[in-house]
């Protein structure tokens, strides 16, 4: 269930001016401002270019499907 703005802003707002985020480059967080890890497994670089393989082939398949109507 999605937080309220009011709650939302009142998570998210302290993002914007710490200094403890010099160490989190690129790190995303959640909706309620937990860090979104990178998921181990894609560390493998066989799993890794498995699934971004896969992931095109689904994408090209969906791509070429006509719109539903």
Same mark, same amino acid.
């Given at each position: 269930?999605?937080?309220?703005?009011?709650?939302?802003?009142?998570?998210?707002?302290?993002? *914007?001016?710490?200094?403890? *985020?010099?160490?989190?480059?690129?790190?995303?967080?959640?909706?309620?401002?937990?860090?979104? *890890?990178?998921?181990?497994?894609?560390?493998?670089?066989?799993?890794?270019?498995?699934?971004?393989?896969?992931?095109?082939? *689904?994408?090209?398949?969906?791509?070429?499907?006509?719109?539903?109507?």
């Amino acid at each position: 269930m999605a937080p309220s703005p009011e709650k939302y802003a009142e998570r998210m707002a302290p993002f *914007l001016v710490s200094a403890d *985020l010099e160490g989190h480059s690129g790190t995303m967080f959640d909706q309620k401002g937990n860090a979104v *890890l990178p998921t181990p497994k894609l560390k493998d670089a066989s799993y890794r270019d498995a699934f971004i393989t896969a992931s095109e082939a *689904l994408v090209s398949r969906a791509s070429s499907r006509p719109p539903d109507r």
